[in-house]
């Protein structure tokens, strides 16, 4: 009995040591309470008084029969729209819960919670709705999705928990996103794509804005551990918003400048994110960008100065630099971003100086079409891929660089001409998934061994 107890024991001290490896998670992250109890200003929860069970919903221009079959009421008019409300729908793995198509009467959907399916609310080829007061959380896709429509107005929404995003536009104009909470989407909470003229007010965020288009405005956002993204694919789009530093990053402005010359840091008080198109001649320094999106984007800008700023913890890059020349990068820590310390597409003759550019998700360096550069005296340690990974990169110069505990020290691809010489370059051992939970088992059943063979030879001798 004693050996068993003895072997219990070591078992729960074994659990003990493994657990905290497999099972903690340290990533700091905003609670959805510490939001939601801080703003009931914006949206009165009380009005979420859900009433009735109903199944999916799917109208095609079809109110009439809609509303003889008791579904909705009113007459689709602007002093009488249609209205559907108080209803719960678990879509049950359908397409839509609600899905509007081909509508351009005037209707409401209000006090509605709609769940469990691809799209929570979704219109297609619409104008003239409300979505309003609805709770449109834990879907496959996005809690609330346009398509083709316009002249919509989306307001006081919770959106939690989709798989993909809270509020998202295709390829829709003209509408009105206001007063909504976005919590804990797993890719953006409000997403646009090729959707122009759309006004983004007074939302709280804490899964990002994402745009693409052109003269969207963005006011009052109050967004929290995450940014706004403006998309890569068309660098056009970066030049063409109206986005002012009313949006606040963790309680810090948000900065966005286009055809800007000489900013300095009077230009950048309490900055929580920038990004800058077409801009030169400035000075960053000094300020803590970290927890956001990308912390400091650069479109085609030349001749700035970024130094001794934290650029730490953010949910895409550090440091995203499209376009341009004759930057100079030095003293910054770019370290613990979910994708790559420092991203440089398509720039050349930049300087990057002495900075940290460590832990990072992906790659301390991630450079593509990088040409005449020198990266020399960085810390580039501990990223889970590579310290320097370069695609299509021509003639720069690594020199004297800290590359240690990465996958891989530095990785070339269709690059030449490209000079790597006194770096410090220890590559990471190779780690076997479960090496050490194995190695804790293999403890555990030596010890097991020896306890029952010192039993058993015990209960010989007593014999």
Same mark, same amino acid.
């Given at each position: 009995?004693?050996?068993?107890?003895?072997?219990?024991?070591?078992?729960?001290?074994?659990?003990?040591?493994?657990?905290?490896?497999?099972?903690?998670?340290?990533?700091?992250?905003?609670?959805?309470?510490?939001?939601?109890?801080?703003?009931?200003?914006?949206?009165?929860?009380?009005?979420?008084?859900?009433?009735?069970?109903?199944?999916?919903?799917?109208?095609?221009?079809?109110?009439?029969?809609?509303?003889?079959?008791?579904?909705?009421?009113?007459?689709?008019?602007?002093?009488?729209?249609?209205?559907?409300?108080?209803?719960?729908?678990?879509?049950?793995?359908?397409?839509?819960?609600?899905?509007?198509?081909?509508?351009?009467?005037?209707?409401?959907?209000?006090?509605?919670?709609?769940?469990?399916?691809?799209?929570?609310?979704?219109?297609?080829?619409?104008?003239?709705?409300?979505?309003?007061?609805?709770?449109?959380?834990?879907?496959?896709?996005?809690?609330?999705?346009?398509?083709?429509?316009?002249?919509?107005?989306?307001?006081?929404?919770?959106?939690?928990?989709?798989?993909?995003?809270?509020?998202?536009?295709?390829?829709?104009?003209?509408?009105?996103?206001?007063? @909504?909470?976005?919590?804990? =989407?797993?890719?953006? /909470? #409000?997403?646009?794509?090729?959707? &122009? !003229? %759309?006004? +983004?007010?007074? $939302?709280?965020?804490?899964?990002?804005?994402?745009?693409?288009?052109?003269?969207?405005?963005?006011?009052?956002?109050?967004?929290?551990?995450?940014?706004?993204?403006?998309?890569?694919?068309?660098?056009?789009?970066?030049?063409?918003?109206?986005?002012?530093?009313?949006?606040?990053?963790?309680?810090?402005?948000?900065?966005?400048?286009?055809?800007?010359?000489?900013?300095?840091?009077?230009?950048?008080?309490?900055?929580?994110?920038?990004?800058?198109?077409?801009?030169?001649?400035?000075?960053?320094?000094?300020?803590?960008?970290?927890?956001?999106?990308?912390?400091?984007?650069?479109?085609?800008?030349?001749?700035?100065?970024?130094?001794? @700023?934290?650029?730490?913890? =953010?949910?895409?890059? /550090? #440091?995203?630099?499209?376009?341009? &020349? !004759? %930057?100079? +990068?030095?003293? $910054?820590?770019?370290?613990?971003?979910?994708?790559?310390?420092?991203?440089?597409?398509?720039?050349?003759?930049?300087?990057?100086?002495?900075?940290?550019?460590?832990?990072?998700?992906?790659?301390?360096?991630?450079?593509?079409?990088?040409?005449?550069?020198?990266?020399?005296?960085?810390?580039?340690?501990?990223?889970?891929?590579?310290?320097?990974?370069?695609?299509?990169?021509?003639?720069?110069?690594?020199?004297?660089?800290?590359?240690?505990?990465?996958?891989?020290?530095?990785?070339?691809?269709?690059?030449?001409?490209?000079?790597?010489?006194?770096?410090?370059?220890?590559?990471?051992?190779?780690?076997?998934?479960?090496?050490?939970?194995?190695?804790?088992?293999?403890?555990?059943?030596?010890?097991?061994?020896?306890?029952?063979?010192?039993?058993?030879?015990?209960?010989?001798?007593?014999?």
């Amino acid at each position: 009995m004693k050996s068993n107890k003895t072997t219990t024991t070591l078992i729960l001290i074994i659990l003990t040591i493994i657990s905290p490896i497999y099972f903690n998670n340290p990533r700091f992250k905003v609670k959805s309470s510490d939001i939601t109890s801080n703003h009931n200003d914006i949206i009165n929860h009380n009005n979420l008084k859900i009433s009735i069970f109903s199944r999916t919903i799917h109208i095609n221009n079809n109110w009439t029969v809609t509303k003889a079959a008791g579904i909705c009421t009113g007459d689709g008019t602007y002093s009488n729209p249609y209205i559907i409300k108080n209803l719960v729908i678990d879509g049950d793995n359908s397409e839509s819960c609600i899905l509007i198509e081909n509508s351009e009467v005037f209707f409401k959907i209000e006090n509605c919670s709609v769940f469990n399916s691809y799209f929570g609310i979704r219109l297609t080829y619409t104008k003239n709705a409300w979505i309003l007061n609805s709770d449109c959380s834990s879907n496959k896709i996005s809690g609330i999705s346009l398509s083709h429509s316009t002249n919509n107005n989306i307001s006081g929404n919770i959106a939690t928990n989709n798989d993909f995003y809270g509020i998202n536009l295709f390829y829709s104009n003209m509408n009105n996103i206001s007063k @909504n909470i976005e919590l804990d =989407n797993s890719d953006y /909470g #409000i997403s646009l794509y090729d959707s &122009d !003229n %759309n006004l +983004i007010l007074n $939302n709280i965020i804490n899964s990002g804005i994402e745009l693409d288009g052109i003269h969207n405005s963005l006011s009052n956002n109050l967004m929290y551990e995450c940014g706004l993204q403006i998309s890569s694919s068309n660098t056009m789009n970066y030049y063409y918003q109206n986005i002012d530093i009313t949006n606040l990053i963790n309680g810090k402005s948000l900065y966005y400048y286009t055809y800007e010359q000489n900013l300095g840091p009077n230009n950048f008080t309490n900055a929580g994110q920038i990004i800058m198109a077409s801009c030169s001649n400035s000075l960053v320094t000094n300020l803590n960008l970290s927890y956001s999106d990308t912390g400091l984007t650069f479109i085609n800008c030349h001749d700035n100065i970024v130094k001794r @700023n934290s650029i730490n913890n =953010n949910r895409r890059d /550090g #440091i995203y630099i499209f376009g341009g &020349d !004759n %930057n100079t +990068i030095s003293e $910054n820590s770019f370290s613990y971003n979910n994708f790559n310390g420092i991203f440089l597409e398509l720039n050349s003759n930049n300087s990057f100086l002495e900075n940290n550019v460590s832990y990072n998700n992906f790659n301390g360096f991630y450079c593509y079409g990088l040409e005449n550069s020198l990266i020399s005296g960085n810390d580039i340690n501990h990223n889970q891929k590579y310290g320097i990974n370069f695609i299509n990169c021509k003639i720069n110069a690594i020199i004297g660089n800290s590359l240690i505990g990465n996958e891989k020290c530095f990785n070339e691809v269709y690059s030449e001409g490209n000079v790597f010489e006194n770096n410090e370059c220890h590559d990471r051992t190779t780690y076997i998934p479960g090496y050490n939970l194995f190695l804790l088992l293999g403890i555990l059943s030596t010890l097991v061994i020896i306890l029952i063979k010192k039993k058993l030879k015990k209960s010989f001798q007593n014999k």
